[in-house]
């Protein structure tokens, strides 16, 4: 069996339903599972038009023109999605009503983008040459906590899945992004979720692969908005591509990858206007290039907080209140590094003014303090990094040359990565220094 996953950019239009069909059907071979997320940008839409109805404003003549459209544009039947259409109808009135928004009525709200797309692509499919049928993910068994807007699948929900599945005998077009929780409610597994759908329902069924279909190229030496030659990475490990997404290549959730690594199910991420490239396969092992490394990431907006050396406690209790204080304003530490005379600490993008002061109120009381925002940390990934001091001296040397100072260094003990903090403006010339070692 072989996973299929349709991100909502690749199944926006009636061109891309009809690309997604060709693909099905070229694979038909293999018992495929289609997985969908929403079309286009319907979950922004539908997550703003619940908003607007708990303020007493209902729209959804947009949502119900964009998705009839689609479908008669692929010969879908209007009566496949309406019913669905009124209820959604129904219950954003029903938010008006009452002016009031809770997350389970908003995770609710979200679902029905699933839930239609998966209706007309199976619809289309079938209209098509392939025999599809929707499948609603908590109906074969995708159960998960009650955390609304961020639910997580509970375990050993496999075989389940698996049972459920083997009883379709058209291709199922299954809802990503969806779960039900015990009391039946539905939930969403947080945006971007549908990767995650298609991995677990992966490893349920055992598959030989996941792909994950997309808009752009699978993954990259670097951003390609501003390397001009980065290039596509053919294989890579599960360990360098999880290290990637945590230090910013926006390709995949690192939570996607949690059952493919269990299960140990490959995971190739690829283009669907490219006929002939295989994109990015991410596997256990990769192979090991030629190259220092094999992508340099970048993430910006971050914040350097630096402690100086404390005069009443030590350097770790120092750290634990320090770590303890960020996680109640909701600040991740993404790297620190530390010494007797001080910690630095590197939080993720995108904090609030809010967040920052918060922080700086509570920390005042165990150390002095010092901030540094508009950081950003850059990182070079690859296991060609291990065991090659030579390396090391080169990703400096280039610095240097560069004249770009690199602060905060740190290394993993994998040594799979070099990650250290640079100024935001100073991005593009280190990425495209270091990018020229590849
Ligand atoms: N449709 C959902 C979202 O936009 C899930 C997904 O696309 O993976 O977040
Ligand atoms: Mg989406």
Known sequence: MIVLKFGGQTIGTPEGIRRCIDIVGSFRDKKPVVVVSAHGKTTDDLILAAKKAAEGKIR????????????????????????LLTRLEALLHGIGLLKELTPRTLDNVASFGERLSSRIVAAALSAGAVRAVPVNSYDIGLITDSNYGNAAPLPDIGSHIAKNLSKEKDVPVV???????????????????????????????????????????GLMTADPDIVKDAKNIPEISFDEASELAYFGAEVLHPSALVPAIRENIPVRVSNVLKDNDRGTTILSRAVITRNIAKSVAYKEDVTLIHLNSPRFHSVPDVLGMALKILKEEGIVAHMITTSEAGISLITQSGLKKEQLAGAQKKLQEIATSRYEPSMAIICMVGDELKGNAASIGKIFGKLADAKINARAITRSASEINVAFLVPELKIKEAVGALHSLL
């Open 60 to 83: 959804t003549g947009p949502i119900r023109e964009y998705h009839s459209a689609l479908a008669h544009e692929c010969g879908v039947p209007k009566g496949i999605i309406d019913p």
């Open 175 to 217: 809802t990503g992004f969806l779960g039900k929780d015990k009391h039946g409610e539905v939930t969403t597994l947080g945006r971007s979720g549908s990767d995650l759908s298609a991995t677990l329902i992966a490893s349920a069924v055992d598959a030989e692969e996941v792909i994950i279909w997309k808009s752009v190229d």
